[in-house]
C-alpha cells in the first residue's frame, strides 16, 4: 500500500507561483509512476502532469506546459508541482496519485492524496 500527503496550496495572485508537495510512504513508495491532477468546481477531474518512477520520462497537459514542472526528489519520498504564472483558470483541487503504470487517465492511478487547495485571484 502506497500513503500519499499534499501540501503547499493556498491563494496567490495571477502571475504569482506556487510549489506543491505529494510525500509517498509504504511498500515501495519511490517506484510508482505520480501524477498530478486537478478538479474545479462544476468541472470534471483533468490531467495535469505525470512523471514516471526514476524521473525519466514526464508528461504534461497543453495548457500547462510551459508554466508547470513535475520533479521528484526520491530521499524525501517527495514529488513536486512547480506552478508558474498562475492564472485564475488554474484554481482548483490538486491530487497527488500513484498508480501501477504511466499514463494521463485518472483511472489508471491507484492511490490518491487527499487533495489541496490552489486559489488564483485576478
Known amino acids: 500500500q502506497v500513503q500519499l500527503v499534499e501540501s503547499g496550496g493556498g491563494l496567490v495572485q495571477a502571475g504569482g507561483s506556487l510549489r506543491l508537495s505529494c510525500v509517498a510512504s509504504?511498500?515501495?513508495?519511490?517506484?510508482?509512476?505520480t501524477a498530478w491532477f486537478r478538479q474545479a468546481p462544476g468541472k470534471e477531474r483533468e490531467f495535469v502532469a505525470a512523471i514516471n518512477w526514476n524521473g525519466g520520462n514526464t508528461n504534461y497537459a497543453d495548457s500547462m506546459k510551459g508554466r508547470f514542472t513535475i520533479s521528484r526528489d526520491y530521499a524525501k519520498n517527495t514529488v513536486y508541482l512547480d506552478m508558474n504564472s498562475l492564472k485564475p483558470e488554474d484554481t482548483a483541487v490538486y491530487y497527488c496519485?500513484?498508480?501501477?503504470?504511466?499514463?494521463?487517465?485518472?483511472?489508471?492511478?491507484?492511490?490518491w492524496g487527499q487533495g489541496t487547495q490552489v486559489t488564483v485571484s485576478s
Open positions: 509504504g511498500r515501495t513508495s519511490s517506484r510508482y509512476p
Open positions: 496519485a500513484a498508480g501501477s503504470y504511466y499514463t494521463t487517465r485518472a483511472m489508471g492511478y491507484d492511490y
